[in-house]
């Protein structure tokens, strides 16, 4: 049986830009959560302004063919000029079951 994917992804903005990043994923969210697979997508803002998002897969084929998606596009060329550096991911499963 597959195992349930967790996502964290941090988004750093450069100076000022932490509401258009946000806003940004926001537009997005729909169509992604719409993404067969997609059980959980949350947008966050840190307090220093760093936007994070939250996802859960069903497994691992589920999250990555999300990247080959229309809205993972428009984010990618949306979200590189606002950000300070390249998303930051972390993928992880439970160790349990």
């Not at 760093?50 to 984010?75: G, K, N, P, S, Y």
Request: aromatic share 8%.
């Amino acid at each position: 049986m597959p195992h349930p994917c967790t996502v964290v992804v941090t988004l750093t903005p450069l100076e000022g830009l932490s509401d258009r990043v946000a806003q940004s994923v926001v537009q997005e969210c729909d169509e992604i959560r719409r993404a067969d697979g997609c059980e959980l997508y949350e947008v966050y803002r840190r307090v220093d302004g760093v936007v994070v998002l939250i996802e859960r897969w069903r497994d691992r084929d589920a999250w990555q063919a999300h990247f080959d998606t229309a809205a993972i596009a428009r984010l990618k060329e949306t979200l590189t000029p606002l950000l300070a550096r390249p998303a930051e991911r972390w993928e992880m499963y439970s160790t349990e079951g």
